[in-house]
């Protein structure tokens, strides 16, 4: 199968390109920068306007198009909100648009997230509760999405919006799992959460990320028609502390943790998604255990540093 990956560069979008050459689809990377950051496949350098990726679009005839491009921080969102606006919802309204000038119509994923939802007051949380976004970020990905429903009802192209939570893996050099492993691993004795610990999160590792959106791609013409928004995530809860726990036994048993008990600007307090959708859209589906993915990011970060 022909997918053509926009943002190929990219955390998610390399996971993937990655996972879909090794499930033996061919592969077009289109993005920004020059590196591709991949192996085995075609890469195209652009600047992801409609006019642009619409010839692309038409010459490579993509049974799948994944969106991936666009911003991934909820700090960042607030010190630069329009930028923020322009890469979540630009990005996807070039490639929505560049699909629907080329007059092809693949099957078009694109992550979106959980800060759409706020702040729940029940979880877990399944895709009708309502969206309550607490920062730019959040917002932005609620336009992202609306602008996704617009081309799928207004000109039938046909979109998953699938809503990520927090996502992990060894080339994530940033957020929690990333901040606290380097604090282990460095010489200072106590360890320093900015929250209270209490804090819960629900992790998914890339790589179960990857396999979730092959196996919607293999039961496409199982899914319903339209704008599928659909939650990607493990469905298991676990806190802050306990993270950091798992994460110290690890790698520096000796060290002591602190908590400042902080909070920081659009972060909900506790996270934990209903998975029943993706289990019924994706049969078969069942990520890897928690423990057993962030040992094997400390395993790779541990061999890059030497």
């Given at each position: 199968?022909?997918?053509?990956?926009?943002?190929?560069?990219?955390?998610?979008?390399?996971?993937?390109?990655?996972?879909?050459?090794?499930?033996?689809?061919?592969?077009?990377?289109?993005?920004?920068?020059?590196?591709?950051?991949?192996s085995?496949?075609?890469?195209?350098?652009?600047?992801?306007?409609?006019?642009?990726?619409?010839?692309?679009?038409?010459?490579?005839?993509?049974?799948?198009?994944?969106?991936?491009?666009g911003?991934?921080?909820?700090?960042?969102?607030?010190?630069?909100?329009?930028?923020?606006?322009?890469?979540?919802?630009?990005?996807l309204a070039?490639?929505?648009?560049?699909?629907?000038?080329?007059?092809?119509?693949?099957?078009?994923?694109?992550?979106?997230?959980?800060?759409?939802?706020?702040?729940?007051?029940v979880?877990?949380?399944?895709?009708s509760?309502?969206?309550?976004?607490?920062?730019?970020?959040?917002?932005?990905?609620?336009?992202?999405?609306?602008?996704?429903?617009?081309?799928?009802?207004?000109f039938?192209?046909?979109?998953?919006?699938?809503?990520?939570?927090?996502?992990?893996?060894?080339?994530?050099?940033?957020?929690?799992?990333?901040?606290?492993?380097?604090?282990?691993?460095?010489?200072?004795?106590?360890?320093?959460?900015?929250?209270?610990?209490?804090?819960?999160?629900?992790?998914?590792?890339?790589?179960?990320?990857?396999?979730?959106?092959?196996?919607?791609?293999?039961?496409?013409?199982?899914?319903?028609?339209?704008?599928?928004?659909?939650?990607v995530?493990?469905?298991?809860?676990?806190?802050?502390?306990?993270?950091?726990q798992?994460?110290?036994?690890?790698?520096?048993?000796?060290?002591e943790?602190?908590?400042?008990?902080?909070?920081?600007?659009?972060n909900?307090?506790?996270?934990?998604?209903?998975?029943?959708?993706?289990?019924?859209?994706?049969?078969?589906?069942?990520p890897?255990?928690?423990?057993?993915?962030?040992?094997?990011?400390?395993?790779?970060?541990?061999?890059?540093?030497?």
């Open positions: 199968m022909k997918i053509l990956i926009i943002g190929s560069n990219g955390f998610i979008g390399g996971s993937f390109a990655r996972a879909a050459l090794k499930a033996g689809h061919e592969i077009l990377g289109v993005g920004r920068g020059v590196d591709p950051n991949l085995s496949q075609t890469y195209v350098q652009t600047d992801l306007s409609p006019g642009k990726l619409a010839p692309i679009i038409t010459r490579f005839s993509p049974s799948v198009v994944l969106h991936a491009a911003s991934a921080s909820v700090e960042d969102s607030f010190a630069s909100p329009l930028q923020d606006l322009k890469d979540l919802a630009f990005t070039n490639t929505l648009e560049g699909v629907r000038i080329s007059e092809a119509r693949p099957l078009i994923i694109f992550p979106s997230s959980a800060a759409v939802y706020g702040a729940p007051d979880l877990p949380i399944n895709e509760a309502p969206l309550n976004p607490i920062s730019p970020y959040g917002f932005d990905m609620v336009a992202r999405e609306l602008i996704a429903r617009e081309y799928s009802e207004c039938g192209l046909h979109t998953v919006t699938a809503r990520l939570f927090s996502v992990f893996g060894p080339r994530q050099r940033r957020l929690f799992i990333w901040e606290l492993y380097r604090q282990l691993a460095e010489a200072d004795s106590t360890v320093s959460l900015r929250g209270t610990g209490d804090e819960t999160r629900d992790y998914l590792h890339v790589d179960d990320v990857s396999s979730a959106f092959l196996k919607l791609i293999d039961v496409e013409a199982a899914l319903p028609s339209g704008n599928l928004v659909i939650n995530a493990s469905g298991k809860e676990i806190s802050m502390w306990q993270v950091a798992r994460l110290r036994e690890m790698i520096a048993p000796g060290k943790i602190q908590c400042r008990g902080m909070s920081r600007p659009g909900p307090l506790h996270w934990c998604a209903d998975v029943s959708l993706v289990h019924s859209m994706a049969p078969g589906w069942q890897a255990p928690f423990e057993e993915k962030l040992r094997e990011c400390i395993d790779e970060w541990r061999r890059e540093s030497g």
